[in-house]
């Protein structure tokens, strides 16, 4: 950050004018934050690997192969929310703003996909072929897992919002004692 920068930023904070909604870690947060996502995305890349060589070599376990792909996808974000909220690195020191944007997004996806399905008129088989179809997991309920393991990292993220505001206004309240 050059000194104008830095200065432009100063004036800002000084002024109270809106400082763009960016999340700021310190060191250690950026470190550990590194090193999960590393551990999801290789956790992600091994189980979609495993996936892709059994239902290309084995027996298909599953209708979709996109789907089946997505419930990893979903194991793997899911375990780097947990590991990320364990280690206190979810939020930066700035606050939880973009945190909050990110599992509007999720709760939202989570809920509105199933719906989609459920409501579409061309899915007329959903009730009889939900668990099993064709000796396959049916596309229903990857979709329907998926969509719970999502709901599921969002839940996590908003109980570590709410412990992280009830932290950070516990600390207002003794700096102003």
């Given at each position: 950050?050059?000194?104008?920068?830095?200065?432009?930023?100063?004036?800002?904070?000084?002024?109270?004018?809106?400082?763009?909604?960016?999340?700021?870690?310190?060191?250690?947060?950026?470190?550990?934050?590194?090193?999960?996502?590393?551990?999801?995305?290789?956790?992600?890349?091994?189980?979609?690997?495993?996936?892709?060589?059994?239902?290309?070599?084995?027996?298909?376990?599953?209708?979709?192969?996109?789907?089946?792909?997505?419930?990893?996808?979903?194991?793997?974000?899911?375990?780097?929310?947990?590991?990320?909220?364990?280690?206190?690195?979810?939020?930066?020191?700035?606050?939880?703003?973009?945190?909050?944007?990110?599992?509007?997004?999720?709760?939202?996806?989570?809920?509105?996909?199933?719906?989609?399905?459920?409501?579409?008129?061309?899915?007329?088989d959903i009730a009889?072929?939900?668990?099993?179809?064709?000796?396959?997991?049916?596309?229903?309920?990857?979709?329907?897992?998926?969509?719970?393991?999502?709901?599921?990292?969002?839940?996590?993220?908003?109980?570590?919002?709410?412990?992280?505001?009830?932290?950070e206004n516990s600390?207002?309240?003794?700096?102003?004692?």
């Amino acid at each position: 950050m050059s000194l104008k920068s830095f200065d432009d930023f100063c004036a800002k904070i000084v002024n109270n004018d809106p400082i763009e909604q960016k999340v700021i870690f310190d060191e250690r947060q950026s470190l550990v934050r590194s090193q999960l996502t590393t551990r999801a995305l290789w956790t992600f890349a091994i189980t979609a690997s495993i996936n892709i060589l059994i239902m290309e070599c084995g027996p298909q376990w599953c209708e979709s192969w996109v789907l089946s792909t997505a419930i990893f996808g979903a194991i793997a974000y899911l375990y780097w929310v947990i590991a990320n909220a364990r280690q206190d690195t979810l939020f930066g020191i700035n606050g939880t703003i973009p945190i909050l944007h990110q599992t509007i997004f999720i709760f939202g996806d989570s809920i509105i996909i199933p719906l989609l399905l459920f409501f579409d008129e061309e899915h007329t088989d959903i009730a009889e072929h939900f668990f099993i179809r064709n000796g396959m997991v049916s596309e229903y309920f990857a979709i329907m897992l998926a969509c719970v393991l999502y709901l599921t990292a969002g839940i996590v993220m908003v109980v570590n919002v709410r412990k992280f505001k009830k932290k950070e206004n516990s600390g207002t309240k003794e700096e102003s004692k």
